[in-house]
T-cell receptor, first 114, second 114 residues
């Protein structure tokens, strides 16, 4: 049973470009969470989604950031017009099924904005 | 709102010595408690979790933690560390009402030297 998959693992963008980060949850999981880890800091919650629904986006910046989890396909975290301050590691986690109270993390996408 | 405090940003220790990594939380409702480990440039791996029941929780790699409700603490311990335990350790809390976001501490870097 494959774990949580994230791609790309590394992403380099210039200021003003768009970044798209993908997350495929574990098989049988219908809940996806996105977290951001800035250098030398802990993880900060961004958004919690179920299939086709955003449940909690209290940690998402109000502008430029959006997330979706369509009926088919991976969850996408989209950052428009990236700035240097968006450089961070973005982690996806999933939960569901028998492990509903435990989140399983992917390897992360490290975004570098030049 | 919940919060997690990890007072020690870095803990140096010699191989085969015991170690304790401290974690305190604040919450007005019941919580689940977790310890995760992060090796360099990797995602988070669950070490152990407290959901209910016995306050002493045993996890992987010889780690254990004790939930102390009166002191609102969930300290992580290992009686004898290995070089391979060198990593970043994160304490996290989620609200005990089903699917919820995790609130992380800022992490403790465990440095094991020969």
């Amino acid at each position: 049973n494959a774990g949580v998959m994230q791609n790309p693992r590394h992403l380099v963008r210039r200021r003003g470009q768009e970044a798209r980060l993908r997350c495929s949850p574990m098989k049988g999981h219908s809940h996806v969470y996105w977290y951001r880890q800035l250098p030398e800091e802990g993880l900060k919650f961004m958004v919690y989604l179920q299939k086709e629904n955003i449940i909690d986006e209290s940690g998402m910046p109000k502008e430029r950031f959006s997330a979706e989890f369509p009926k088919e396909g991976p969850s996408i975290l989209r950052i428009q017009q990236v700035v240097r301050g968006d450089s961070a590691a973005y982690f996806c986690a999933s939960s569901g099924g028998e492990s509903y109270n435990e989140q399983f993390f992917g390897p992360g996408t490290r975004l570098t904005v030049l | 709102a919940q919060s997690v405090t990890q007072l020690d940003s870095q803990v140096p220790v010699f191989e085969e010595a015991p170690v304790e990594l401290r974690c305190n939380y604040s919450s007005s409702v019941s919580v689940y408690l977790f310890w995760y480990v992060q090796y360099p440039n990797q995602g988070l791996q669950l070490l152990l979790k407290y959901l209910s029941g016995s306050t002493l929780v045993k996890g992987i790699n010889g780690f254990e933690a004790e939930f102390n409700k009166s002191q609102t603490s969930f300290h992580l311990r290992k009686p004898s560390v290995h070089i391979s335990d060198t990593a970043e350790y994160f304490c996290a809390v989620s609200v005990d009402t089903g699917f919820q976001k995790l609130v992380f501490g800022t992490g403790t870097r465990l440095l094991v030297s020969p």
